[in-house]
């Protein structure tokens, strides 16, 4: 049974958290400050941290920045309406996902869903070089693209695009992040080339380009290659 640390100071927010959770039959434990959240989180080793960027004793970035130095556990974090940047500061900082205030039921679960799997990979690393999404068919070891059973060309910085989006499926990457894998660290203002290059990926991919089903746009953040629309 996968335990989750809750590490936020609202009380209405983490008894919804908790109950919500519970429900589904997680272990769950709380705290109400970021020292008390380091604290748990070294001794009990959770499998997930939802956490609170406005904590009253040291703010939510410095939380991830502590655990980052010794745990890859995932984490997402919790922000509100129009902290857009706070949001992008802490993905780029090893948050994995997000969720923006108020939330509901299943897109915590959804989030859930997709943290759980990352810690799943990370300790079997059973990674299959095929993926498959949709009409789409990604050989990963001879690195090509299929769309409804025919062949797609894809120039290297797209295939590098759609290779990386594979690697976090489900996770939200921020244009920094993509950038930075994809063309290198010197590149992590050029937020125009990942839009670019998003379009074309779409426009070859896509059945309708303009209504894309896997790969997203997360508004003032980046970007989320959706393996299972709807599901
Ligand atoms: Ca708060």
Same mark, same amino acid.
């Given at each position: 049974?996968?335990?989750?640390? %809750?590490?936020?100071?609202?009380?209405?927010?983490?008894? !919804?958290?908790?109950?919500?959770?519970?429900?589904?039959? #997680?272990?769950?434990?709380?705290?109400?400050?970021?020292?008390?959240?380091?604290?748990?989180?070294?001794?009990?080793?959770?499998?997930?941290? %939802?956490?609170?960027?406005?904590?009253?004793? !040291?703010?939510?970035?410095?939380? %991830?920045?502590?655990?980052?130095?010794?745990?890859?556990?995932? %984490?997402?974090?919790?922000?509100? *309406?129009?902290?857009?940047?706070?949001?992008?500061?802490?993905?780029?900082?090893?948050?994995?996902?997000?969720? @923006?205030?108020? #939330?509901?039921?299943?897109?915590?679960?959804? *989030?859930?869903?997709?943290?759980?799997?990352?810690?799943?990979?990370?300790?079997?690393?059973?990674?299959?070089?095929?993926?498959?999404?949709?009409?789409?068919?990604?050989?990963?070891? *001879?690195?090509?693209?299929?769309?409804?059973?025919?062949?797609?060309?894809?120039?290297?910085?797209?295939?590098?695009?759609?290779? @990386?989006?594979?690697?976090?499926?489900?996770?939200?990457?921020?244009?920094?992040?993509?950038?930075?894998?994809?063309?290198?660290?010197?590149?992590?203002?050029?937020?125009?080339?990942?839009?670019?290059?998003?379009?074309?990926?779409?426009?070859?991919?896509?059945?309708?380009?303009?209504?894309?089903? #896997? #790969?997203?746009?997360?508004?003032?953040?980046?970007?989320?290659?959706?393996?299972?629309?709807?599901?």
């Amino acid at each position: 049974m996968a335990c989750i640390l %809750i590490i936020e100071d609202e009380l209405p927010i983490r008894r !919804f958290l908790r109950a919500s959770l519970r429900s589904q039959h #997680f272990t769950v434990l709380e705290a109400a400050t970021a020292s008390e959240g380091l604290q748990l989180a070294a001794q009990q080793q959770p499998d997930v941290v %939802i956490l609170d960027l406005g904590l009253p004793d !040291f703010d939510g970035l410095t939380v %991830i920045e502590r655990l980052r130095e010794w745990s890859t556990v995932p %984490i997402i974090i919790l922000s509100a *309406r129009g902290q857009e940047h706070d949001k992008v500061q802490a993905l780029d900082s090893g948050a994995d996902d997000y969720l @923006t205030k108020p #939330f509901g039921m299943s897109e915590l679960m959804a *989030r859930m869903r997709v943290a759980l799997r990352h810690t799943a990979q990370h300790s079997t690393a059973s990674a299959t070089p095929v993926v498959e999404f949709g009409a789409i068919r990604v050989d990963r070891s *001879r690195r090509q693209v299929w769309a409804a059973d025919a062949e797609v060309h894809l120039t290297p910085n797209e295939y590098g695009l759609l290779s @990386t989006l594979i690697e976090h499926a489900g996770k939200v990457l921020t244009h920094r992040q993509l950038l930075k894998a994809v063309w290198g660290p010197a590149y992590t203002n050029e937020h125009h080339y990942v839009r670019v290059y998003m379009r074309q990926l779409r426009n070859k991919l896509e059945a309708d380009p303009a209504r894309p089903q #896997f #790969f997203l746009t997360e508004p003032g953040v980046g970007y989320r290659l959706e393996l299972e629309p709807g599901g």
